[in-house]
């Protein structure tokens, strides 16, 4: 059973920082890409950044590009997402979601992805 755990989220004001943890269970290290999505009250829950097998060549999207960086520790079998310069239009649950069957690269689609965390809360006061 994969399963995925988010850590990191809280109330933090604008220009602050944030480092956002994606923990994996039943799935060896570097078998997997991981996308960060969010999802905001009222809104559709849309990709953030997404993070191939090797590690290669992340994607963010537009709004967060500069601000945020996707990692993983493979020996932790962790995924981070670094955000700074927080804004409020950063306020949403942020999930991670792990795609176990792209061999190489990553999807923007998020039904690829097969498993998901509970979502971790950001809140981001001006």
């Known amino acids: 059973q994969v399963q995925l755990e988010e850590s990191g989220g809280g109330l933090v004001q604008a220009g602050a920082s944030l480092r956002l943890s994606c923990a994996v269970s039943?799935?060896?290290?570097?078998?997997?890409?991981v996308g960060w999505f969010r999802q905001a009250p009222g809104k559709e829950r849309q990709l953030v950044a997404t993070?191939?097998?090797?590690?290669?060549?992340?994607y963010y999207t537009d709004s967060v590009k500069g601000r945020a960086t996707i990692s993983r520790d493979n020996a932790k079998n962790t995924v981070y997402l670094q955000m700074n310069s927080l804004k409020p239009e950063d306020t949403a649950v942020y999930y991670c979601a792990a795609d176990l069957t792209r061999a190489s690269g990553w999807s923007l689609m998020r039904y690829d992805y097969d498993y998901w965390g509970q979502g971790t809360q950001v809140t981001v006061s001006s």
């Open positions: 993070i191939s097998r090797s590690g290669s060549s992340p």
């Open positions: 039943g799935r060896p290290s570097g078998s997997y890409a």
